[in-house]
């Protein structure tokens, strides 16, 4: 084991934080603080076409949405911010012109269209699209012709045929890829100047010491080219583990194509999920602490977490089973947290009519029964609204009834002896409403619901005596006998 560990989460910020980049994040962040090490975040923002601040911030503020925070990077007067790429241009373009004077890279000057055309050309011929090298002889006078022409060269890597790149993945095992499937010389600095992705991570993660990379499978023919160039650098290679990618309950593969929003962090943050389940799940997709246990926190993880238990199968994203980790944090979280969390989701209404206390209860009574936070604001509605719409079948079925009229009537008249405040107290003055009328169960508590909420379920119904308080209580059973007597 190096010592001491580095790791790094390298996004390129051309698409909002994409759940597999989360849980990629999650790994290495667990890894690293597993065996105390260094976690590091960096942009990969060299696609100046596709990158976007937007994303970038989008990328920052899911991972602390999600408690990750890494180590190091440009400090700005408060958390550190990611390291881009961007600001090493010059850096790349030297390390490459090293690498043509080593014989290693050579200039390209092939133009967009002659390459469309190659390719056409192989389609055709029923073969695989690939550069087929033919400006790594090229002849210096015909190379003097192009840049007389006025074409501003690429420059291409040369991928010796036929080879064998070998490495012990610490998650899939032996990995064995022929050259001859990496598509011909690669490019590692387009014609504008700018570094391409396998060229420029290289570079990043031999400068900043990173001793492990753990990312998706769908690097695994970009960790080949990498460490051809790695070979080309005599520079010594990270280890390498390669996560099974992310799956829907369907087998189709996770992505914006065919989920749209449901594969960004943040769709989930805006619909009330939890990040410490979204943490607990994206961590369990795929590995499985070795006592088995299936809730845990981010910490409790970091000390728990091991490669070796991750699986090589893929993992399926199955938004019912989120919900599941949600509802549990929801329920078992602080409460003055969740009220919190729950606030954004109920500014619709004038919180400013409950105090703290009363609105800790309010969301206490009903987070047994919420999945997302996004659901709160339908199950309390009934306690901010000035008025309660009961639904006509619930007039006409149950309100209209002899005996709900009734309790009713009588608890008008008890409101007085009900002590809010207590929950418990003032369930027991309706019970002994009941008892003097010789009424109880659904005859008994459904009217008094419906009144007070406009629904015959709900939460405990002292607890919502106890917290609509005296005047709400009057009101409500004032306007439900009106409405039944006109």
Same mark, same amino acid.
């Given at each position: 084991?190096?010592?001491p =560990?580095?790791v790094?989460?390298?996004?390129?910020?051309?698409?909002n934080l994409?759940?597999g980049?989360a849980?990629?994040?999650?790994?290495?962040?667990?890894?690293?603080?597993?065996?105390?090490?260094?976690?590091?975040?960096?942009?990969?923002?060299?696609d100046?076409e596709?990158?976007?601040?937007?994303?970038t911030q989008?990328?920052?503020?899911?991972?602390?949405?999600?408690?990750?925070?890494?180590?190091e990077?440009?400090?700005?007067g408060?958390?550190?911010a990611?390291y881009?790429q961007?600001?090493?241009?010059?850096?790349?373009n030297?390390?490459?012109?090293?690498?043509?004077?080593?014989?290693r890279a050579y200039?390209c000057y092939?133009?967009?269209?002659?390459l469309d055309?190659?390719?056409e050309?192989?389609?055709?011929?029923g073969g695989l699209s690939?550069?087929?090298?033919?400006?790594r002889h090229?002849a210096p006078e015909?190379?003097?012709?192009?840049?007389?022409?006025?074409?501003?060269?690429s420059?291409r890597?040369?991928i010796?045929?036929?080879r064998?790149i070998s490495w012990?993945?610490a998650?899939k095992?032996?990995i064995?890829?022929?050259?001859?499937d990496?598509?011909?010389?690669m490019v590692?600095v387009k014609?504008?100047?700018?570094?391409?992705?396998?060229?420029?991570?290289?570079?990043?993660?031999t400068?900043?010491?990173?001793?492990? =990379?753990?990312?998706g499978?769908?690097?695994i023919h970009?960790?080949?080219?990498?460490?051809?160039i790695?070979?080309?650098?005599?520079q010594q290679p990270?280890f390498f583990a390669h996560?099974?990618?992310?799956?829907?309950?369907?087998?189709r593969?996770l992505?914006k194509?065919?989920?749209?929003e449901?594969?960004?962090?943040?769709?989930?943050r805006?619909?009330g999920?939890?990040p410490?389940?979204?943490v607990?799940?994206?961590?369990q997709?795929?590995?499985?602490?070795?006592?088995?246990r299936?809730?845990f926190t981010?910490? !409790?993880?970091c000390k728990?977490f091991d490669?070796?238990?991750?699986?090589?199968?893929?993992?399926?994203?199955?938004?019912?089973?989120?919900?599941?980790?949600?509802?549990h944090?929801?329920r078992?979280?602080p409460?003055?947290l969740i009220?919190?969390?729950?606030k954004?989701?109920?500014?619709a209404?004038d919180l400013?009519?409950?105090?703290?206390a009363?609105? !800790?209860?309010?969301?206490?009574c009903?987070?047994?029964?919420?999945?997302?936070?996004?659901?709160?604001a339908?199950?309390?509605k009934?306690?901010?609204?000035?008025a =309660?719409?009961i639904?006509a079948?619930?007039?006409?079925t149950?309100?209209?009834?002899?005996s709900?009229?009734?309790?009713?009537?009588?608890l008008?008249?008890?409101?007085?002896q009900?002590?809010?405040?207590?929950s418990a107290g003032?369930?027991?003055?309706?019970?002994a409403?009941?008892?003097?009328l010789?009424?109880k169960?659904?005859?008994l508590?459904?009217p =008094?619901?419906a009144?007070l909420?406009?629904s015959?379920?709900?939460?405990d119904?002292?607890?919502?005596l106890?917290?609509l308080?005296?005047?709400?209580?009057k009101?409500?059973?004032?306007a439900?006998l009106?409405?039944h007597?006109?």
């Amino acid at each position: 084991m190096p010592d001491p =560990v580095r790791v790094r989460i390298a996004p390129s910020p051309t698409g909002n934080l994409h759940l597999g980049t989360a849980r990629t994040a999650l790994y290495n962040y667990l890894y690293a603080r597993h065996h105390q090490g260094t976690f590091v975040f960096r942009l990969e923002d060299t696609d100046e076409e596709r990158s976007n601040e937007a994303y970038t911030q989008d990328i920052i503020q899911g991972l602390r949405w999600l408690g990750l925070t890494w180590d190091e990077g440009p400090d700005i007067g408060g958390p550190f911010a990611p390291y881009r790429q961007t600001e090493k241009v010059d850096h790349y373009n030297n390390i490459a012109n090293h690498l043509i004077a080593q014989g290693r890279a050579y200039h390209c000057y092939c133009t967009p269209a002659e390459l469309d055309e190659m390719r056409e050309e192989q389609k055709a011929a029923g073969g695989l699209s690939r550069y087929d090298n033919r400006c790594r002889h090229i002849a210096p006078e015909k190379r003097h012709a192009f840049e007389a022409a006025g074409r501003i060269p690429s420059i291409r890597f040369r991928i010796d045929e036929p080879r064998v790149i070998s490495w012990h993945d610490a998650i899939k095992g032996e990995i064995n890829i022929d050259s001859s499937d990496l598509g011909g010389d690669m490019v590692i600095v387009k014609s504008n100047g700018v570094a391409i992705y396998n060229f420029a991570v290289v570079i990043d993660d031999t400068d900043m010491k990173m001793t492990h =990379v753990i990312r998706g499978e769908d690097h695994i023919h970009n960790t080949a080219k990498q460490l051809l160039i790695y070979d080309a650098l005599s520079q010594q290679p990270p280890f390498f583990a390669h996560a099974a990618l992310i799956f829907d309950i369907d087998r189709r593969k996770l992505s914006k194509r065919h989920h749209g929003e449901a594969v960004h962090v943040d769709r989930y943050r805006q619909d009330g999920y939890m990040p410490e389940a979204m943490v607990n799940y994206l961590a369990q997709m795929s590995w499985t602490p070795s006592d088995g246990r299936e809730i845990f926190t981010l910490e !409790e993880g970091c000390k728990l977490f091991d490669l070796a238990r991750v699986s090589k199968s893929p993992a399926v994203f199955d938004v019912q089973r989120l919900l599941w980790f949600n509802g549990h944090y929801i329920r078992s979280l602080p409460l003055p947290l969740i009220t919190d969390r729950a606030k954004p989701f109920l500014e619709a209404f004038d919180l400013s009519s409950y105090s703290r206390a009363e609105l !800790e209860s309010i969301v206490a009574c009903v987070r047994d029964s919420l999945s997302t936070l996004s659901e709160i604001a339908p199950a309390t509605k009934f306690f901010f609204d000035t008025a =309660v719409d009961i639904p006509a079948e619930l007039k006409e079925t149950l309100i209209a009834k002899e005996s709900s009229q009734k309790v009713l009537s009588v608890l008008h008249e008890k409101i007085s002896q009900l002590p809010f405040g207590n929950s418990a107290g003032c369930k027991a003055v309706v019970d002994a409403i009941g008892k003097d009328l010789g009424v109880k169960g659904k005859e008994l508590y459904w009217p =008094v619901r419906a009144a007070l909420s406009g629904s015959t379920s709900g939460p405990d119904l002292g607890t919502i005596l106890s917290i609509l308080g005296a005047a709400r209580v009057k009101s409500r059973i004032e306007a439900t006998l009106i409405c039944h007597t006109k």
